[in-house]
Nanobody
Framework: QVQLVESGGGLVQPGGSLRLSCAAS????????MGWFRQAPGKQRELVAD???????TYADSVKGRFTISRDNAKNTVYLQMNSLKPEDTAVYYC????????WGQGTQVTVSS
């Protein structure tokens, strides 16, 4: 099994920045792609960004140029640097890791509001 623990969410004003972290523990040797999804109230969960074990990245069009995903394989941690935040980025952000199964974190709330 793999456990994912997210941190770094919170309340930020429009135009501000936050950095999310997701630390994996357990059978981390099996992990491949790791990523971040988000779910706003009344909406479906959507991919924000993901990164393969070799560092290839994918971004949702809505966050390109503003968000940056990275990972530290030695620490089994994936990060999401979020800049120029907008109110529409408000959501619960979930970490995801794909190994033998697909694993999810508990989610961290990001609220962008003045």
């Amino acid at each position: 099994q793999v456990q994912l623990v997210e941190s770094g969410g919170g309340l930020v004003q429009p135009g501000g920045s936050l950095r999310l972290s997701c630390a994996a523990s357990g059978r981390t040797f099996s992990l491949g792609t790791m990523g971040w999804f988000r779910q706003a109230p009344g909406k479906q969960r959507e991919l924000v960004a993901d990164i393969t074990s070799r560092g290839s990245t994918t971004y949702a069009d809505s966050v390109k140029g503003r968000f940056t995903i990275s990972r530290d394989n030695a620490k089994n941690t994936v990060y999401l640097q979020m800049n120029s935040l907008k109110p529409e980025d408000t959501a619960v952000y979930y970490c995801n890791a794909v190994g033998i199964f697909s694993y999810w974190g508990q989610g961290t709330q990001v609220t962008v509001s003045s």
